[in-house]
């Protein structure tokens, strides 16, 4: 028997799947809180950092809200995505369940204090 592997469209395809997926639990959770949530239209960046994907908002509270996946846990620009949303106020960060630790370990080995962290 032989094995079948993905073409790197189909590859793509679902880990753009999984992604929207992500975002959408991410937002029903938010929205279970009584936030009104919005998709973070990306721009042409003058900042090297990527914004966050979803921004929180209920009243004059706002929430920056990172939704990552297995590569981005660790991944160097991952710490300074965080960095740059906490200077500018409430962050979260989602993760599948399974990582939340890896995650909790990385901020306080980056010494980021303040975002939490959600499973989903």
Known sequence: MQASHASEP?????????????????RTLLAREGFTVSLV??????????PPEL?????????????L??????????????????KEGETRVYVPWP?????LSNLERW??????VAGW
């Open 10 to 26: 189909e590859v793509a395809m679902a880990v753009a799947g999984d992604r929207r997926q992500a975002l959408e639990r991410c």
């Open 41 to 50: 239209v990306q721009a042409p960046a003058r900042r090297r950092d990527r």
């Open 55 to 67: 921004i929180a908002s209920s009243g004059p509270r706002a929430i920056r809200v990172f939704v």
């Open 69 to 86: 996946g297995e590569d981005e846990v660790n991944a160097p620009e991952t710490r300074s995505r965080i960095r740059s949303a906490l």
């Open 99 to 103: 990582l939340r630790w890896r995650v």
């Open 111 to 116: 010494r980021l204090r303040g975002a939490a």
